[in-house]
């Protein structure tokens, strides 16, 4: 999915109506291309983190793709560079989630199996337990 011009109040809703349509199988990640988002305002933010709800209700990722700099900077400054994995191109977060999904295991535990500790190189997921209402 791409989405271009202004991710904001008014046009929110467009992205909103959609998830409902977006049907997921478990284990899919849905790509966010935002190559041609002009600005981001929090209504749109909060679209961006229904579609990972959605995502994650459907027990499926999401990433995004080409966000521009000054998108980025929002992200970084609210904390979504943690809850969303990002990459440069859609087809580097294709590949990335192919490269997570063939991995025999991609959770290993590591040290003492006592203390449980993990050492995991999976693709980022973010945050599970940010949600909106």
């Not at 284990?27 to 961006?48: E, F, H, K, R, Y």
């Amino acid at each position: 999915m791409e989405l271009t011009g202004e991710l904001d109040y008014d046009s929110c809703t467009q992205v909103l109506d959609l998830l409902p349509e977006v049907s997921l199988q478990a284990g899919q990640q849905p790509v966010i291309d935002l190559t041609g988002i002009t600005s981001c305002d929090p209504s749109g933010i909060t679209a961006l983190i229904a579609a990972r709800n959605h995502a994650l209700a459907g027990q499926a990722g999401i990433a995004l793709a080409t966000v521009p700099r000054h998108v980025s900077r929002i992200f970084s400054v609210v904390g979504l560079d943690q809850v969303f994995a990002t990459h440069p191109t859609a087809q580097a977060a294709e590949a990335a989630w192919t490269r997570h999904m063939i991995r025999p295991n991609p959770r290993s535990f590591v040290g003492d199996p006592k203390k449980r500790t993990t050492q995991d190189d999976s693709v980022p997921t973010g945050n599970p337990g940010l949600q909106t209402e």
